[in-house]
């Protein structure tokens, strides 16, 4: 039989995880040095590739869905422009509002696959997330003008974010077995990442604060409570921006 440090083993080991796309992959494991003689062989673990086939699959289609989605709002910016947006009243609450309405309603399929298990991303993260962006379109915006500047900034923002977000996860869901392909569609998400968030809950913040300019406290309350949410999750996007670009390149390399 040989031991697992045989060339022939582990030819045999390198020959079966270059068909793993084909046929259900065989990982080899190595028995710990001090397991003793009887535990020398090589140990199989069987995985589902059709079942991780499945799940890429899913990922694919359900985060090009919502990329398509936010690629419609971005379309009305780049037909119409930032003048017309913010002047045309009739324009932005007839073509804008009920795009961004759809965009946030699809992005809701990033929380069930939270939920489901099939990303690494945490569910109260990702509700949090969605739900100030909901409130933020549903209740506060609804206050002021669509055509509110501080209203325009903000879809778009949170537009050009999300085509280019999704985007990557549609992409890196298909090239997630090439390490360099799927660290570059990363390195794009980290990049664009802790631009467009900040300056789309900045706009969050400005449009509250706008709907509330006839309260004594409103500005000063959305400004105080605003950073609580923001906070969190754009240390966490700065934790995993920093850990791809100073971490999983030397792996790769």
């Known amino acids: 039989h040989g031991s697992p440090s045989s060339p022939g083993l582990r030819r045999n080991c390198v020959q079966r995880r270059g068909v793993q796309v084909f046929t259900p992959a065989l990982k080899c494991i190595t028995p710990s040095r001090h397991a003793g003689l009887r535990s ?109 500047w501080q209203h325009v900034w903000t879809c778009g923002c949170w537009a050009l974010g999300e085509v280019f977000r999704f985007g990557c996860f549609a992409i890196d869901s298909v090239v997630a077995d090439a390490p360099s392909a799927s660290w570059a569609v990363k390195a794009v998400r980290y990049a664009v990442g802790p631009v467009m968030f900040p300056l789309g809950a900045g706009g969050e913040m400005l449009l509250v604060v706008a709907t509330e300019a006839g309260k004594p406290w409103g500005p000063y309350a959305a400004m105080v409570a605003w950073p609580c949410g923001f906070y969190p999750l754009m240390s966490q996007l700065l934790r995993q921006s920093r850990k791809h670009f100073f971490g999983a390149r030397r792996k790769i390399e």
């Open 40 to 148: 020398a062989r090589p140990q199989l673990t069987l995985l589902s590739a059709p079942k991780q086939m499945m799940q890429r699959a899913i990922l694919f289609v359900t985060n090009a869905v919502v990329a398509a989605a936010w690629l419609r709002v971005l379309l009305v910016y780049v037909e119409h422009g930032w003048g017309s947006l913010t002047t045309d009243e009739g324009l932005c609450d007839e073509l804008l509002r009920p795009r961004v309405a759809l965009a946030l309603a699809v992005s809701a399929v990033e929380l069930l696959n939270a939920l489901a298990g099939l990303t690494r991303s945490n569910p109260l993260n990702v509700l949090m997330f969605a739900s100030v962006r909901t409130i933020v379109e549903f209740v506060f915006a609804p206050m002021v003008p669509c055509s509110t």
